[in-house]
């Protein structure tokens, strides 16, 4: 049964839909339906979501309108040329929609498909290109302008109080995690559960962009957002390094008590929101300075580790602070107000994975899509065939993100057969006894408040999308009733040929399972490594880890899907993230080296780097030796206190590629030194 939400959302689609029509036909516009469907196109629950789906559709339309306006006029004698164009069209503005990971994609995947609808249906009348483009932005234009007035003005819904609560779960989630950790039961704690708050932190992307066209107030901390989406991507390492060093001085038997109760009361105040004393802050980082190990040169392996445990710790106290303050200024709708105590601040710009080939082929088989679909019409010299090539374009376009959009076109087709259905007895039933715009909207009405229903509902709303979107564009309502049924009958069977099209080549080219992007998308983590172990590779540490991340997220989505022979790489993916880190940082560090140190340090990158290129999922005893070798120079060297920073990305890299490998010793002929407390 339809909720309150479901029914206040159907009736402002009704009303949006009542506007249009009202506007559409007063003014005596040419193609009313144009309107209709951008105004089931554009309606989302949310209304920034709505308001900015609606200018980037209105961005892509003019696109694709002069698209269509330049390649028609000069094609329309060579159809076969002008359906290559076409179909190169749609492939490269797919190839590029699907590489921007943000909802501005939608601008160029709707230019791509704008195209064809303009320029195919009028190659028998080219010299109407101009009049007819003109009229598609201006419908559209008009079907987004009322969508945006209703959505807005009619009990507007913000999208603020569903971010608020998205990150109060991930913030729960966060410190089950942490106190697990720092109360030494760690293993409470999956995997899974870990990979998924990357999952929840790169899930805000989906989020921002509707925040920032909300006019309400809010959209001025769409700022804090994207920065406090950093911030929560940065937490997995620095979590996953103080994992690892609790777990490692634990199997050492070198917890020292005072140690252990400055992890206590680390847990204490991560899980106490707000604090009663806000300087409790202030004294954990004194407390941790004191008890950092005192070392000139020559430290053992658990002073390493000591030292490199208390400063993540000191760095989780930055995030978790920062992470507070722009969780508070998105809950007051303001920007970032005072300056943050993590280096990776609000200055850092937002990284995006980008996969080039996946991109590739999405555009290819909507290229073939198209050019199928529309090789066939012209063949078959079908008169009302345009609207093959049309739906194909418009089919391989909308789930191209998918790993497999295969399953969402057929059901496409699906809605498509429905919404034919509903147009039929619409058309030479109900029409012809409509006289008036006001009966016209109440027999629009039952349908329209269903399709809002389904909208409303993420699992239906294809469904609903899909409905509405199809049963305007084939009603073809106009200033006065004209219907045809061989015309109707042809339209909707080429409807169907096109999605049918769609399908057809989807699976041929596109389709990949989850399995297969996830380990593309570890394959992709690895050479980044391998890339940040020569000189032109990332030049800033949090950038390497802020691509892993948002690239673990996507993994974090597909993990239900994956077999249960990728559990063992899966569980690699954060120490990975902390090796990228630490390679960066070793890079940036060679100008400040010795000659001597400088050429280990290369060769341990490259060797490094060799381990990344290949196939194996361990490294190999060889690389450790080098690793040793380094940590042995670094350590030994008079002015080791210099290479402070050095030596910790040394012990961080040791741990992260070789936790099961024995402790670091020097050898027979290093100094004896004293063993920490």
């Known amino acids: ?66 698209a269509g306006l ?172 103080i994992h690892d060093r609790v777990a490692a001085l634990q199997q050492l038997q070198a917890m020292s008590p005072r140690l252990q109760q400055g992890l206590d009361e680390l847990a204490h105040w991560i899980s106490t929101w707000p604090p009663q004393d806000p300087g409790t802050a202030d004294r954990l980082r004194a407390s941790f300075d004191a008890l950092m190990p005192r070392y000139h040169c020559t430290p053992n392996w658990i002073e390493l580790l000591t030292t490199s445990l208390l400063v993540r710790m000191k760095d989780l106290i930055d995030l978790r602070l920062d992470a507070r303050t722009l969780e508070g200024d998105v809950i007051a709708g303001r920007g970032i107000q005072q300056p943050l105590l993590f280096r990776y601040t609000a200055a850092a710009h937002a990284i995006r994975h980008q996969d080039r080939g996946i991109a590739l082929l999405s555009g290819f088989a909507a ?3 198209v050019l199928v679909a529309g090789a066939f019409w012209i063949a078959s010299g079908w008169p009302d065939g345009a609207s093959a090539p049309m739906l194909a374009a418009v089919a391989s376009s909308f789930f191209a993100s998918l790993d497999d ?63 509405g979107l199809v049963f305007f564009t084939l009603l073809a309502l106009q200033d006065s009733y004209k219907a045809d049924f061989s015309a109707f009958t042809n339209s909707a069977i080429a409807v169907l040929f096109g999605v049918g099209t769609a399908v057809v080549v989807t699976q041929l080219i596109r389709s990949v399972g989850a399995a297969f992007v996830s380990r593309r998308l570890r394959h992709m983590n690895r050479d980044s490594l391998a890339d940040a172990t020569r000189h032109g590779g990332p030049d800033d540490a949090m950038e390497l880890a802020a691509l892993m991340l948002d690239r673990i997220g996507l993994v974090a989505t597909r993990l239900n899907a994956l077999p ?53 999922l361990h490294p190999s005893e060889d690389l450790l030796a080098k690793l040793d070798a380094c940590l042995r120079l670094f350590a030994t060297d008079e002015e080791c206190t210099r290479r402070h920073q050095a030596l910790l990305g040394l012990t961080d890299l040791r741990r992260s590629l070789f936790p099961d490998a024995p402790p670091f010793e020097y050898g027979p002929t290093a100094p004896a030194v004293k063993v920490a407390a």
């Open 70 to 241: 330049v390649m028609v006029p000069n094609l329309v004698q060579a159809p076969e040329l002008l359906t290559l164009a076409m179909a190169t069209w749609v492939g490269v503005c797919l190839y590029l929609s699907v590489l921007d990971r943000t909802p501005r994609s939608y601008v160029l995947m709707l230019a791509g498909f704008t195209a064809p609808f303009v320029g195919f249906p009028n190659v028998s009348d080219p010299t109407s290109m101009f009049d007819v483009a003109v009229a598609r932005v201006e419908e559209i234009g008009l079907g987004i302008l009322c969508t945006s007035l209703i959505l807005s003005i009619l009990l507007p819904r913000s999208v603020a109080p569903a971010i608020q609560k998205q990150l109060e779960q991930w913030f729960i989630d966060a410190r089950e995690w942490i106190c697990a950790v720092l109360r030494g039961a760690p293993g409470s704690y999956t995997l899974a559960k870990r990979l998924r708050l990357a999952c929840g932190a790169t899930g805000l992307d989906a989020v921002i962009t509707s925040l920032q066209y909300e006019a309400t107030g809010r959209e001025q901390s769409a700022g804090a957002v994207a920065t406090l989406r950093q911030h929560m991507l940065m937490f997995l390492p620095v979590m996953s390094a």
């Open 1 to 66: 049964m339809p909720t309150r939400e479901d029914w206040l959302f159907g009736l402002k689609l009704l009303a949006a839909v009542a506007l249009t029509v009202w506007v559409a036909l007063r003014f005596d516009l040419p193609r009313p339906y144009w309107a209709l469907a951008t105004v089931m196109a554009v309606a989302q629950p949310l209304t920034g979501a709505t308001r900015s789906k609606a200018a980037y559709r209105l961005y892509g339309t003019a696109i694709g309108a002069a």
């Open 405 to 467: 959009p295969a399953p969402q076109i057929k059901n496409l087709a699906k809605s498509a057969v429905i919404a034919i259905v509903l147009d039929c007895f619409y058309l030479f039933v109900i029409l012809p006894r409509v006289t008036t715009i006001e009966m016209l909207i109440l027999v629009f009405a039952p349908l329209v408040l269903v399709c809002g229903f389904l909208i409303n509902r993420p699992k239906t709303f294809l469904y609903g999308v899909g409905t």
């Open 367 to 369: 290229f073939v899509s």
């Open 564 to 616: 249960p022979e990728d559990a063992e790489w899966t569980a690699e993916l954060l120490s990975e993230v902390r090796v990228g880190i630490n390679l960066v940082e070793l890079d940036r560090s060679l100008p400040s080296l010795t000659a001597e140190e400088a050429r280990m340090a290369t060769d341990l990158m490259h060797a490094v780097g060799c381990h990344f290129e290949g196939e194996a």
